[in-house]
């Protein structure tokens, strides 16, 4: 069973700091990585996607892949009210047609 | 851009008749493109991965006679809940795949989801 983990959360953090998400992810094989941002009642939209092990930044959100570890995180910089929201850490399932398996996400408080 | 749009965004219906929603990416093509369901302070819940031109895959658990899937262009696909229940009542959310250049990695795009309440 191919899953991937996320701390559910709330994960609470003051303004203007950095909010940092993790994500575990089980299949070895798995080649890309989907952060997603879902606000309450809204359908999830795609922030980043990251395949190469490192860091890849875009404004304030750098996504970090480590494929030793399985692990994959989102950092988000000076950290704004607007970004409360559930994270969600999406990897895409190896020879299963593209199919991308969610974790179940991580709400995030920021703290005015 | 990558624009996926649904329709109806909320529905409320009797119990015992048809629902259809549709997705369409409205300014690329999807030949893939997958439904979900999400019930309240849930997670995202994979129903079905939309081909077109070929019937759709169903995951384990959910009924593919009750749910039913039609993929009939690369720019549309219909999902109709029949005889629909209380318990169907849920969010039902699309999203449509677009490859990018290489075709190494493809994003997934999430339409603005519908919210149907079955009395």
């Known amino acids: 069973q191919k899953e991937v983990e996320q701390n559910s959360g709330p994960l609470s953090v003051p303004e203007g700091a950095i909010a940092s998400l993790n994500c575990t992810y089980s299949?070895?094989?798995?080649?890309?990585f989907f952060w997603y941002r879902q606000y309450s009642g809204k359908s999830p939209e795609l922030i980043m996607f990251?395949?190469?092990?490192g860091d890849k930044e875009d404004g304030r959100f750098t996504a970090q892949l480590n494929k030793a570890s399985q692990y994959v995180s989102l950092l988000i910089r000076d950290s704004q009210p607007s970004d409360s929201a559930t994270y969600l850490c999406a990897v895409e399932e190896r020879n299963r047609d593209d199919k991308i398996i969610f974790g179940k996400g991580t709400r995030l408080h920021i703290l005015p | 851009g990558a624009v996926v749009s649904q329709h109806p965004s909320w529905v409320i219906c009797k119990s015992g008749t048809s629902v259809k929603i549709e997705c369409r990416s409205l300014d690329f093509q999807a030949t893939t493109m997958f439904w979900y369901r999400q019930f309240p302070k849930q997670s995202l819940m994979l129903m079905a991965t939309?081909?077109?031109?070929?019937?759709?895959?169903?995951e384990q658990g959910v009924e593919k006679d009750k749910f039913l899937i039609n993929h009939a262009s690369l720019t549309l696909s219909t999902l109709t809940v029949t005889s629909a229940h209380p318990e169907d009542s849920s969010f039902y959310i699309c999203?449509?795949?677009?490859?990018?250049?290489?075709?190494?990695?493809?994003?997934?795009?999430f339409g603005p989801g519908t919210r149907l309440t079955v009395t």
């Open positions: 299949d070895r094989g798995s080649q890309s």
């Open positions: 990251i395949y190469s092990n």
């Open positions: 999203s449509a795949e677009k490859g990018l250049a290489g075709g190494f990695v493809s994003e997934q795009y």
């Open positions: 939309s081909n077109e031109g070929s019937k759709a895959t169903y």
